[in-house]
């Protein structure tokens, strides 16, 4: 029986170092562990000249992503350049010549998922990508394997440890926005563009890809309502903890009947649920389903280690396939085929937090009132903050449930009154 798996890595960055050192630096312990020897071939990258941890012989580095691909003993190709192109190109080829595929490119999955599955399928190839959402929490073989039996109703998460890092340090110590993410980028875990940690699309990504998992169905890019936390300032996170609420950066994918809605945007959590106690640079993933009820996952999603330590799960899982001759259910979950359409964001129903700055006159919260009541929207809870600048007031409020699309108008029409100073700030509730 062969029981010694080649294996060539693409990417020798920050993430691709990590599994190199792990690959080689605990062989042995794995090849103790499972019984195969996990044996590095070939590290491609087109930099070679900067200094990592690993140590890698010269005779194992190529600049040729090809000489991997090509390899006729490879049987794993890892994945870990990041982006669209020319990672698609790695990992199709790879599948086409016959290499099972490991990858942690989030991205990549979220845009181009079903046709590499697709691909995959075709030529019966694998391809895990269990370092694409929240690093180290295994949650998406949870999701295909463990979970496998459940029909789901919600996953939900806070999948950007750079925005949760935010806005917790803006909510405990009132730091500011900017010096909050200059030290994400410190420590290493926000994105090259950390545009797409504060906009809310890399939490899109990953939510798209639980989403396909979960659900089964595609979710694209522009499906996804996105709403990242650049509007949020530290007075809101004051004003929500006052009533008992955290706010959270949380991606939704949530099911009513055969319908999905999947978005992304600062939302009021209840303090006391789990995932308002999820702070700093972590991850957390709530799961409701019908058989296991509500779980929680909760983790490092960012890091080298963390991360290496997903990517070297999913090549083991494959080496162990390839050796023991095992089908793996990683597409039984996609198979699922519960959702015919997509929850447009207009119909989502939803509790409001609204804060207005209106000016300090009798009558202003009267037409305010009455303006949200026209359009079917009913306040639960209403508070006129201290002045915060010469004769303006902070009018804040939540309400009861109430149409995405009755809500957006309201708005409209409370934000021309004369009374009211610059825009309203809007976040939704969840609990
Ligand atoms: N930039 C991402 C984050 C890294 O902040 O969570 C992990 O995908």
């Known amino acids: 029986m062969k029981n010694k798996i080649n294996i060539g890595v693409i990417g020798f960055g920050t993430i691709g170092s990590s599994v190199v050192k792990l690959l080689l630096e605990k062989r042995r312990l794995f090849r103790q562990r499972t019984g195969i020897d996990l044996n590095l071939m070939l590290v491609c990258d087109k930099d070679l000249r900067s200094k990592r941890d690993a140590k890698v012989p010269k005779s194992m580095l190529t600049r040729n992503a ?8 490879i049987d794993v190709v890892v994945e870990l350049i990041g982006g669209v192109h020319p990672a698609k190109e790695i990992v199709m080829k790879s599948l086409a010549a016959g290499k099972h595929v490991v990858t942690a490119n989030k991205l990549l999955l979220a845009k181009e998922g079903s046709a590499i599955f697709k691909k995959a399928r075709e030529v019966g190839m694998e391809i895990f990508f ?36 935010i806005l917790s340090r803006m909510s405990s110590d009132g730091a500011s926005f900017k010096v909050a993410l200059k030290e994400a980028q410190a420590k290493g875990f926000a994105e090259p563009n950390p545009l797409l940690d504060i906009n809310g699309m890399d939490s899109a990504h990953k939510i798209a890809i639980l989403s396909l998992l979960g659900f089964g169905k595609k979710v694209r890019m522009q499906d996804i309502y996105v709403e990242g936390i650049g509007g949020i300032s530290p007075i809101d996170i004051q004003y929500a903890k006052d009533w008992g609420y955290t706010v959270k950066l949380l991606a939704i994918a949530k099911r009513e009947g055969s319908e999905l809605g999947v978005r992304v945007h600062p939302t009021l959590l209840p303090s006391r649920y789990l995932l308002s106690s999820v702070s700093g640079a972590y991850n957390a993933i709530f799961i409701d389903a019908d058989l296991v009820g509500k779980q929680v996952y909760y983790g490092q999603g960012a890091g080298k280690l963390p991360t290496g330590s997903a990517v070297l ?21 996609a198979k699922r085929a519960e959702i015919k359409t997509l929850k447009k964001m207009d119909e989502v129903r939803t509790r409001y937090y609204v804060h207005f700055s ?13 303006l ?19 004769h303006i007031v902070p009018i804040v409020m939540l309400t009861h449930e109430a149409r995405e699309k009755d809500m957006q108008a309201a708005l409209k029409k409370i934000d021309g009154l004369g009374v009211i100073k610059g825009k309203s700030v809007l976040l939704r509730l969840e609990g």
């Not at 929240?134 to 440890?161: H, Q």
């Not at 050796?323 to 259910?329: D, E, Q």
């Not at 949200?372 to 201290?386: F, M």
């Open 372 to 390: 949200l009541g026209r359009h079917n929207i009913s306040i639960a809870s209403v508070v006129q903050k201290e002045r915060r600048a010469a």
């Open 66 to 73: 090809l000489k991997v691909i090509q390899h006729p003993d």
């Open 358 to 370: 209106a000016l300090d006159k009798p009558g202003v919260l009267a037409r305010i009132a009455e």
């Open 313 to 333: 799960s999913d090549i083991m899982g494959m080496a162990e396939a390839i050796v023991y001759g095992k089908k793996s259910s990683r597409l039984i979950a």
């Open 130 to 165: 269990e370092a694409s959402v929240a690093g180290g929490v295994p949650v998406i073989k949870s999701i295909r394997e463990g979970l496998v039996a459940n029909t789901f109703y919600s996953i939900m998460g806070i999948l950007n440890g750079t925005s949760n890092y």
